[in-house]
């Protein structure tokens, strides 16, 4: 059964999306085959992928909503290994049709349970929110990744965040753990960013993940070119640090490479 891993942070601009894309890709590299869930509303996983949100029959929001199977919304990507389970702006609605529901924080769970025996890793994008679809995200998942950007405000909202984890841990999924935090837009020429990794990994010491992943202009490039930096430029430091990021979590996993 493949493992389940949410990206999640509600503050927005911490390389969500880039880690999410990017690590699928470099897993799906090293031939494992990967699932990428984009269940953030604004779709950007989806673009970033090549995939145009507007020419979509049928994606995430037919699947959660169980009005679609997942298989039948799932797309093929050009990186080989790799499939997405694209979104469109309309799933911001999911949560208001969902939040009288009984049992509303399984719907992710649910439309991803037929296909957990068919991927190595069932990577998911969550929106920049502590919301209902970002709770079912992680009430799905096995563990979850937190992105953290390398400056002063990085650990603003991280309390809340943690705060959600042991509440889905608490009463919805016991099995959830963290996966690490990620040291995102790494700038070693600034003092303060360096200083923002050692209290960082000061306070919450194995968490941490020992990656970091370094500010780059071919990560911000990728995305416009429908690639994951991985396809774009496999030699830029963007990458390398993604390739690393992936053979960290097979480590930590005890997952022997293909």
């Known amino acids: ?43 950007n996983a989806t ?5 145009n949100p507007d020419d979509l029959d049928k994606s995430a929001y037919e699947c959660f909503l169980g009005q679609a199977d997942v298989r039948d919304c799932v797309v093929e990507t050009a990186t080989p290994h790799l ?11 999911a949560e208001v049709e969902l939040v009288n529901e009984k049992n509303r924080e399984y ?9 957990r025996d068919e991927y190595d890793f069932i990577i998911i994008d969550c929106s920049p929110s502590l919301g209902l679809i970002t709770v079912n995200a992680l009430t799905a998942s096995d563990s979850v990744i937190i992105p953290i950007q390398s400056e002063y405000f990085a650990l603003e909202g991280l309390g809340k965040l943690l705060n959600t984890v042991r509440i889905v841990q608490t009463r919805l999924n016991p099995k959830l753990n963290i996966e690490g935090l990620l040291i995102t837009m790494y700038d070693s020429r600034l003092r303060l960013a360096r200083q923002v990794v050692e209290d960082v990994r000061a306070h919450f010491k194995h968490m941490v993940f020992d990656t970091l992943v370094y500010r780059n202009t071919k990560l911000a490039e990728a995305p416009s070119y429908g690639q994951s930096v ?19 979590i097979l480590k930590r996993n005890k997952i022997k490479s293909k």
Request: charged fraction near 15%; charge should be negative.
């Open 1 to 43: 059964m493949g493992k389940v891993i949410s990206i999640a942070n509600q503050k927005g601009g911490v390389g969500k999306t880039t880690t999410a894309v990017n690590l699928s890709a470099a897993l799906a590299v090293m031939e494992y085959n990967v699932l990428l869930v984009d269940a953030d509303p604004q779709a």
């Open 47 to 51: 673009s970033g992928l090549g995939v």
């Open 83 to 93: 499939s997405l389970l694209p979104t469109r702006i309309d799933l911001v609605g």
């Open 107 to 115: 719907f992710i769970h649910r439309a991803l349970q037929p296909v």
């Open 230 to 248: 991985i396809m774009y430029d496999a030699t830029c430091p963007g990458a390398v640090n993604y390739l690393n990021l992936a053979s960290e």
